[in-house]
């Protein structure tokens, strides 16, 4: 009896150091890819900076393999926001770090009654690689003009915000696109220009 007794002692902590094991390595979480961080620049944005703040807020609340942050050297950034008079336009994307895209939030589309943190909503889209869809609803904010002025929606809906994680799902090593195009959002009409 007392020979089991050893035995069972001897045994108990193995078996536990095993099962211990094996729990851990089924706990450990799996890899994700890294979250890419784009920078961007406002110096030039003018009174554009509130509607800019409120539409990266609402980009980085929806996303998950991608994050807006304000650049902190001047110069560097991977895009910039301008503040023009004429109309919104913005490099195509999905633009990446070390990129080099451009964002022109032209104040004739406010002056016509269109929302300001919208309009920086939507071509900070074109700069996370989405291009214009003017017949979809309000609640689709690559729909841009087309609702209409009385549209206000500034968020990205749930199949936007999926694309874009998607075109940022690989990290850095993504395919990244050979033409540089600029999106001009004529919020009565769109013009995509040629590549650069």
Partial sequence: MIKRIAVLTA???????TTVGVASAHSAPHATPAVVTLTYDVGDAGQWAGPI?????????ALHNVRLEP????????YVYEATSGWPQATLGPIFPGGNG???????AVDEGYDA???AAHETGHILGLPDDYSGPCSELMSGHGPGTSCT???PDAAEAAQVDKNYASGTSAVRPHRH???????????????R
Wanted: hydrophobic share 40%; glycine share 8%; proline share 4%.
């Fill in 11 to 17: 045994l108990v902590p193995a078996m536990l150091s």
């Fill in 53 to 61: 703040e409120q539409a990266v807020q609402n980009w980085n609340d």
């Fill in 71 to 78: 650049t902190s050297t001047p110069g560097s950034a991977d």
């Fill in 102 to 108: 451009d964002v022109q939030l032209g104040r004739q």
């Fill in 117 to 119: 943190t919208r309009i």
């Fill in 153 to 155: 929606n500034a968020k």
């Fill in 181 to 195: 195009q600029v999106v001009i959002d004529v919020w009565s009409g769109w013009v995509l220009t040629g590549s």
